[in-house]
């Protein structure tokens, strides 16, 4: 299998998928979510650095969501498992595709 040439930032990961770009963060969070070395760390000297995805990793990324979304509980019993703040869950809750 060919190695990646590109990445794609979370941000424009988000934009492109029309995705909450914090309900993407905290699944990136936990490197269990998307197959091995299809998300990766960009160190660029900022504390944080930027996580990317590969266009593997983006079809894994959309895989998770559309699991989690038929799961019981859903995207709001994810969060209270990653035990986010209940002000960002709703965040997120608000901002969830309508379909």
């Given amino acids: 299998m060919a190695q990646p040439t590109h990445v794609y930032t979370i941000e424009y990961v ?3 998928i029309g995705e909450n770009l914090e309900l993407l963060e905290e699944i990136a969070s936990n490197s ?3 197959d091995h070395g299809e998300m990766i760390h960009v160190y660029d000297g ?4 930027i996580i990317t995805f590969t266009d593997r990793g983006i079809e894994s990324l959309q ?3 559309a699991d989690l979304r038929s799961s019981e ?3 709001r ?5 990653e035990q ?3 002000e960002k869950i709703e965040r997120i809750i608000t901002d969830q595709p309508k379909s």
């Fill in 14 to 16: 988000a934009t492109l």
């Fill in 63 to 65: 895989q998770f969501l």
């Fill in 46 to 49: 900022a504390d944080e650095g």
């Fill in 84 to 86: 986010c703040d209940p």
């Fill in 77 to 81: 019993q994810f969060l209270l498992n």
């Fill in 32 to 34: 269990d979510n998307i």
């Fill in 73 to 75: 509980g859903g995207v």
